[in-house]
């Protein structure tokens, strides 16, 4: 059974710029997470996404949104770049909704704003 | 604000020892706490979950307690091995919202 795929797994975007990640989480797991993963914070909740719908969100800004499709795959997306957004992005995928379930992660994608 | 705290921040270790890692966090209103791992530049691998009426759970040679009405948790690896070199980090899941991750210890088993 595949795991969770992240794609890209490296990006390199310019201040101003958007970018858009990619998560397929396990197959049969309908609800999909995302982290962002800094030295300075640690690993921080953006949002969760269950059944095409955003049920929980972090403490980020607007810049930072996402959507989940009908096959559960998410996109997450960050406008407006700054500086601060580099990070090692982390989305994971469960069979329930959180928090009954085990979260299973991916390999993540590693952003670098300059 | 749940707040999750990982003693030590990292630890050195010659092969074959046992060793204990810490996990406290503040408020005991949790669902469930679980255990990952983390090699460099590399996702997350569960390890194990415990849910909030469990006290411990095995898999291996490693072993998770739950204690939560102090607010900790201790992660025991039996007979370390290089292999185990990693950063072992914790995360509280409360209410219906999300995993809180402590800043993780970063483990090395030296051969």
């Known amino acids: 059974k595949a795991g969770v795929t992240q794609t890209p797994r490296y990006l390199i975007k310019t201040r101003g710029q958007q970018v858009t990640l990619s998560c397929s989480p396990i197959?049969?797991?309908?609800?999909v997470s995302w982290y962002q993963q800094t030295p300075g914070q640690g690993l921080q909740f953006l949002f969760e996404?269950?059944?095409?719908?955003?049920?929980n969100k972090g403490n980020f800004p607007g810049r930072f949104s996402g959507r989940q499709f009908s096959n559960s795959r998410s996109e997450m997306n960050v406008s407006t770049l700054e500086l601060g957004d580099s990070a090692l992005y982390l989305c994971a995928s469960s069979l329930e909704q959180i928090p009954s379930g085990v979260q299973y992660f991916g390999a993540g994608t590693r952003l670098s704003v300059l | 604000k749940q707040e999750v705290t990982q003693i030590p921040a990292a630890l050195s270790v010659p092969e074959g020892e046992n060793l204990v890692l810490n996990c406290s966090f503040t408020?005991?209103?949790?669902?469930?706490l679980q255990w990952f791992r983390q090699d460099p530049g590399k996702g997350l691998t569960s390890l194990l979950l415990i849910q909030s009426s469990q006290r411990e759970q095995t898999s291996g040679r490693l072993n998770a307690s739950l204690d939560k009405s102090s607010g900790r948790s201790t992660l025991y690896i039996a007979a370390s091995q290089p292999g185990d070199s990693a950063t072992y980090l914790c995360?509280?899941?409360?209410?219906?919202?999300?995993?809180?991750f402590g800043t993780g210890t970063r483990l090395t088993v030296i051969p």
């Open positions: 995360a509280v899941q409360t209410g219906a919202n999300n995993l809180f």
């Open positions: 197959s049969g797991h309908r609800s």
């Open positions: 408020d005991s209103a949790i669902y469930n």
């Open positions: 996404y269950f059944s095409e719908t955003q049920r």
